[in-house]
């Protein structure tokens, strides 16, 4: 007898030779790959949908294993039977499991074969976009276990018919068994719970979460297990007919029957113990997008209160959220795990108790939301709970099922829900509800360390009557801050008449005394600080009385404390709705995303001061700021605060028929120039671009039509990756990875380019200009050109080309994103102060150099910061429209999905100000952020002809290598019969 590994490869071997000598094999490859291919490009609409995966390769595939493999194995058991030759193998000295083996052998090769010929299809993805390989490679891996399982059970039925008909019905009918518990179309008939035990019997269900690319150890075993059971009860009928003439079983035959029942018996009740277990698993997407993040364990690490998450999930569901109702739960597990303790967790159905729907509605605001279902008897509408509660201490939040899924429209009827991004939904309310309770209670018992007020004031007979009175309050303000803790906020009185330190403070802050009126022009000092170590934060004013100065220095307190909910103080040109007809940019989801996070405030700088409590300065297509507002900027910037700029020389007009753009002033650009940068009053356009609905002028019979077209919009530069602006710098490079993160792609709408002339710094210490790092983060493509056109809207001729009126100019890469930082100098720093009235010609005495000076008595600031306090930074986008509503309505309609890319990219530059670049690394998360680059028509049908002809040339090397290896065979026959 030959040894078992080459028995049972002789039998593979004669099983493909047979495959492979009848039109069976090519048949089925053929099939397999035409299908795949007209399901990618056809049913599923790869270029229409516009995601760079390939999940819809994997789409069809249970359904399409389950027929292929039932026709594969059919003739496999029942020829043998119909042909006689089954009494050979059943009198043969070699055991029975050597010719199962064989044969589902060579049928998974086959099967391996067939998978083989689809990997043009990722390859192509790749070639065009950023492509996870962890999904696909899992989705290999699912659709080769899966066709092992339906392999394994249709050999058992072969088993028991000689007719070929009856045994791929058959494996049809039990493929389908397994593959119709976890079906959408089974789950939508039955409540949720039973949904859930009916996917642990289920191909599809398991299908499907190793297609995502999470690897379950459960998943690997339950297929393993299907593999094993049906093939010992394959080799367990192939027995009984060896022993059909004996009367009675001997024991030794009792003993295999029992052996193979228990070997499915131990394979069934392993699945459900291992369904017990925490999950086992390898999540292989790029970033571990369905696993708990480091910086969310982290996160949880820090609870220094208990956290509560209480998931309300109603057994009736809508079928769209029925499937992610499961996936949910399982990272709320995690959670619980991850939190060591800290982190209760409770599931429930609030519609199964009373009082349990009573406090969600009473205590939380929770109300189920009615959803429209159908079951096999009528329509109805179902009210359902889809919510999750976090509460931290006194604190709570509620998550509805809005703000976790996202979803894809491909029509009208053609809709793919799944889960965005849950992780940093979760995380974030978390860090937010700390940061609420902690703001809640005793800010100074949350300080690091003591921290110090640092006063840099002159002798009380030097002040004037509103600052002397203002430094007689400020120990009495200074107690009632601390409370309890008394060895917090000592008052340092620092002495001006040291040189030492008053050059310190000019050099560090930029601070120059001050000067009351032309009348009493004895200079003083008045500028107070918060310092922690190293740190020194200065303390704006907005108000010289007691109480402003006291919002003042728990507002400067917060910005040492750790996690404490920070503000962003926001500007922006207009306030209109948003959408097809509004005029200028909105910004009304920009406000609403930053909300979840962050305390938002709106600002119009009108008073020459941003306030107090704001910890960034953004500006959103700011318009005609007058100088005073301009000086608000200024001196934020010079107290060591980030300013956010989104601003061009360009707003846009849209329409349902008309898209154009205005010459607008913002009122910025000498504040910039004296920080070395200029945007120029041109519009970048790149050949890499986006594809958008935008309205077209379209030339027909000598008349011009207005209509809405998906055409190539060049004005929307489609920024990648790989196009990111390249540093060699380290702090650079951190910088980069902070703000740009794991952004897959960004839309630039209407740019400007932006010019750096890098200010030098002088050899004349007098004259000493602080040197300013400049970064470019974001630059357009190497083909990009310009235009000073202000028709944006495109033409599309009789020929169907599009146009764009005057898109010629200089070509080149265009900056289009800057970060500047260093030591800033003030643009009023030589300029009159703007917030005090120009000095009368004829006023006498003259003002002393170097001093400030009003033209009245009545103080209303504390003085000019002329140089800027360390870490501050201003980050340019020249776009108006960056993070408009209109570009992100617009850039979303391409793909069908909400587009959240650029307002993730300002999220991280908040964080990147705030030094709170905890949750930045999983804030890019989203099941379709990876879009397709722009393609003409002529491109896709290219690559899909290119694939098609792939395929052809694959299977056509294929019959040819086996024609070769055939004929090779042939003539070592005929030699050795010659001999």
Same mark, same amino acid.
Request: proline share 6%.
């Given at each position: 007898? =030959? ?13 493909? $030779? ?6 069976? &094999? ?26 760079? *995966? ?30 006689? !030759?089954?009494?050979?193998?059943? /009198? ?64 058992? $039925?072969?088993?028991? /018919? ?37 996917? =642990? ?33 394959? &080799? ?24 193979? +029942? ?70 709320? %597990? ?59 201490? @006194? ?61 840099? $004031?002159?002798?009380? !007979? ?5 600052? %002397? ?27 001006? &008449? *040291? ?48 109480? &402003? ?28 709705? #948003? ?6 940019? !909105? ?85 910039? %120039?004296?920080?070395?940068? @200029? ?21 027909? +019979?000598?008349? @011009? ?21 390249? !540093? ?28 750096? /002339? ?7 210490? #007098? =004259? ?30 009789? *020929?169907? =080309? ?17 970060? $500047? ?74 793909? +069908? ?23 930045s690394s999983i804030r890019s998360r989203a099941q379709f952020n990876r879009t397709l680059p722009a393609l003409s028509p002529d491109s896709r049908s290219t690559l899909e002809y290119a694939n098609y002809g792939i395929a052809l040339l694959l299977l056509s090397l294929l019959f040819g290598a086996e024609r070769m290896l055939h004929a090779r065979k042939k003539a070592r026959y005929q030699q050795l019969v010659a001999m």
């Open positions: 007898m =030959q040894p078992d590994h080459l028995s049972v490869r002789r039998i593979c071997q004669k099983e493909l $030779v047979l495959f492979f000598a009848s039109p069976l &094999a090519w048949l089925f490859l053929f099939a397999f790959i035409s299908i795949e291919l007209f399901v990618f490009f056809w049913a599923e609409a790869f270029f229409a949908r516009n995601i760079a *995966d390939v999940r819809p390769l994997f789409q069809w595939m249970p359904l399409l294993l389950l027929f292929l493999a039932a026709t594969l194995t059919m003739r496999l058991w029942s020829d043998e039977r119909r042909s006689g !030759t089954l009494e050979h193998i059943l /009198t043969s000295p070699q055991p029975l499991w050597h010719f199962i083996a064989g044969k589902f052998i060579a049928c998974l090769l086959l099967l391996l074969l067939a998978l083989t010929l689809t990997l043009p299809i990722p390859v192509t993805v790749s070639l065009l976009a950023e492509l996870d390989w962890g999904p696909v490679l899992s989705g290999y891996l699912a659709a080769l276990l899966l066709g092992a399982a339906y392999l394994a059970m249709g050999l058992f $039925v072969s088993s028991r /018919t000689d007719n070929a008909i009856v045994a791929l019905l058959g494996s049809v009918l039990l493929g389908l068994l397994f593959y119709l518990p976890g079906s959408s179309l089974l789950a939508g008939l039955v409540s949720a719970d039973v949904a859930a035990v009916l996917g =642990q019997i289920s191909t599809s269900s398991r299908f499907d979460a190793i297609t995502r690319g999470v690897i379950d150890l459960r998943d690997l075993y339950f297929y393993l297990s299907l593999v094993a059971v049906f093939l010992a009860l394959n &080799a367990l009928m192939l027995e009984r007919e060896r022993w059909a003439r004996e009367r009675r079983l001997t024991p030794a035959q009792w003993a295999k029957t029992a052996l193979t +029942g228990l070997i499915a018996a131990n394979f069934i009740g392993a699945n459900f113990w291992l369904s017990q277990l925490p999950q086992l698993r390898l999540d292989t997407t790029a970033g571990a997008q369905y696993s708990l993040s480091d910086v969310s364990k982290q996160q949880l690490a820090g609870l220094q209160e208990p956290l509560l998450i209480r998931g309300y999930f109603s057994a009736n569901t809508h079928p769209l959220l029925a499937p992610l109702v499961p996936q949910l739960q399982d990272l709320l %597990k995690e959670y619980q795990v991850a939190g060591r303790g800290k982190v209760k967790l409770e599931l429930v159905d609030p519609t199964t108790d009373a009082w349990l729907e009573q406090q969600a509605n009473q205590q939380y605001q929770i109300e189920p939301v009615p959803f429209q279902v159908a079951d096999r008897h009528q329509s109805a509408i179902v009210s359902s709970y889809f919510h999750v509660l976090l509460q931290y201490g @006194s604190e709570h939040k509620v998550l509805s099922f809005r703000d976790f899924i996202d979803v894809k429209t491909q029509g009208e009827a053609d809709l793919q829900v799944l889960l965005r991004n849950p992780e940093y939904d979760i995380s974030r309310q978390i860090k937010k509800l700390q940061a609420q309770y902690q703001s809640g209670g005793d800010v100074l018992a949350q300080l690091p360390g003591t921290v110090t007020l640092n006063a840099y $004031v002159s002798p009380e !007979t030097e002040l004037p009557a509103q600052l %002397k009175t203002l430094m007689q309050q400020l120990p009495q303000t200074l107690q009632q801050l601390r409370g309890r803790h008394s060895a917090q906020l000592p008052l340092q009185q620092q002495s001006m &008449a *040291d040189p030492a330190v008053t050059e310190r403070i000019s050099a560090t802050f930029g601070v120059q005394p001050m000067v009351l009126d032309l009348l009493q022009p004895q200079p003083f000092w008045f500028f107070l600080t918060l310092q922690l170590g190293e740190r020194e934060l200065a303390i704006p004013l907005s108000a010289l009385d007691q109480t &402003a100065l006291e919002q003042s220095i728990k507002a400067t307190l917060q910005r040492f404390v750790p996690g404490l909910e920070q503000t962003v103080a926001l500007v922006s040109g207009t306030s209109m709705p #948003a959408g097809y007809g509004a005029t200028g940019s !909105t910004f009304n989801q920009l406000r609403e995303l930053i909300g979840t996070e962050l305390n938002v405030i709106s600002e119009d700088l009108t008073d020459g001061k941003v306030a107090a409590e704001a910890d960034v300065l953004v500006l959103l297509a700011p318009k005609d700021l007058t100088e005073k507002q301009v000086f608000a900027v200024d001196q934020f910037l010079m107290q060591g605060g980030t300013v956010i700029a989104a601003t061009s020389p360009y707003d846009v007009n849209l329409s349902q028929r008309s898209l154009g753009l205005t010459n607008v002033n913002s009122g910025l650009q000498d504040f910039l %120039k004296a920080q070395g940068l @200029s945007i120029e009053q041109t519009l970048v356009l790149d050949p890499q671009h986006s594809t958008l609905p935008v309205p077209v002028t379209r030339q027909a +019979g000598g008349f @011009s039509f207005q209509q809405m077209a998906m055409l190539p919009y060049p004005y929307f530069a489609d920024l990648r990756p790989a196009d990111f602006a390249a !540093t060699a710098n380290a702090a650079e490079q951190q910088h980069q990875r902070v703000i740009l993160g794991d952004l897959p792609q960004l839309t630039v709408p209407w740019a400007s380019p932006i010019n750096v /002339t890098p200010l030098a710094a002088s050899q004349d210490k #007098a =004259q000493a200009q602080p040197v300013l790092q400049y970064q470019t983060l974001l630059s357009t493509s190497a083909g990009s050109w310009r235009s000073n056109s202000l028709d944006v809207m495109p033409t599309l001729g009789n *020929d169907g =080309q599009v146009s764009y009126p005057g898109d010629t100019g200089s070509t080149g890469a265009a900056p289009v994103a800057v970060l $500047v930082s260093g030591e800033f100098k003030s643009y009023f720093a030589d300029k009159p102060h703007p917030l005090r009235e120009t000095k009368p010609d004829n006023a006498t005495p003259d003002d002393k150099s170097g001093t400030e000076t009003n033209t009245d008595s009545t103080l209303r600031d504390t003085g000019l910061l002329k140089k800027s306090a360390p870490g501050a930074r201003l980050l340019l986008v020249s776009s108006n429209s960056m993070f408009s509503d209109q570009t992100l309505q617009l850039a979303g309609s391409s793909n +069908g999905s909400q587009y959240l890319n650029n307002l993730q990219l300002l999220q991280n530059m908040l964080s990147f100000a705030l030094a709170d670049t905890e949750l």
